[in-house]
Nanobody
Framework: VQLQASGGGLVQAGGSLRLSCAASGRTLDNYAMAWFRQAPGREREWTASIAWTDVTTSYANFVKGRFTVSKDNAKNTVYLQMNNLQPEDSAVYYC????????????????WGQGTLVTVSS
């Protein structure tokens, strides 16, 4: 599975961005997809997940109510809609995939996109 993340950029606090993660190489049936983020000097942290088949979603507490993860079967793509962005959301955002159940630990993910930078100015 190859993952290509895109959609990052510079936005003012309170603004929105939508990240995309296009998958190729196989269909994602029975795969779990996740978004992680990593700010400078900090560990990579799980942000949101979606189970490809049953569309179950889950979110880290710090993004609940602001971020929404979704998918497009036809495009084999996962999205992360980010609203009401704050400076503390600034990070490189990575998409990841694994066969099987959703996990919130990066160790369990086998496939990673290259990351897309999100910068939120105050």
């Amino acid at each position: 599975v190859q993952l290509q993340a895109s959609g990052g950029g510079l936005v003012q606090a309170g603004g929105s961005l939508r990240l995309s993660c296009a998958a190729s190489g196989r269909t994602l049936d029975n795969y779990a997809m996740a978004w992680f983020r990593q700010a400078p000097g900090r560990e990579r942290e799980w942000t949101a997940s979606i189970a490809w088949t049953d569309v179950t979603t889950s979110y880290a507490n710090f993004v609940k109510g602001r971020f929404t993860v979704s998918k497009d079967n036809a495009k084999n793509t996962v999205y992360l809609q980010m609203n009401n962005l704050q400076p503390e959301d600034s990070a490189v955002y990575y998409c990841a995939a694994r066969g099987g159940l959703v996990k919130s630990t990066s160790y369990f993910y086998d496939y990673w996109g290259q990351g897309t930078l999100v910068t939120v100015s105050s």
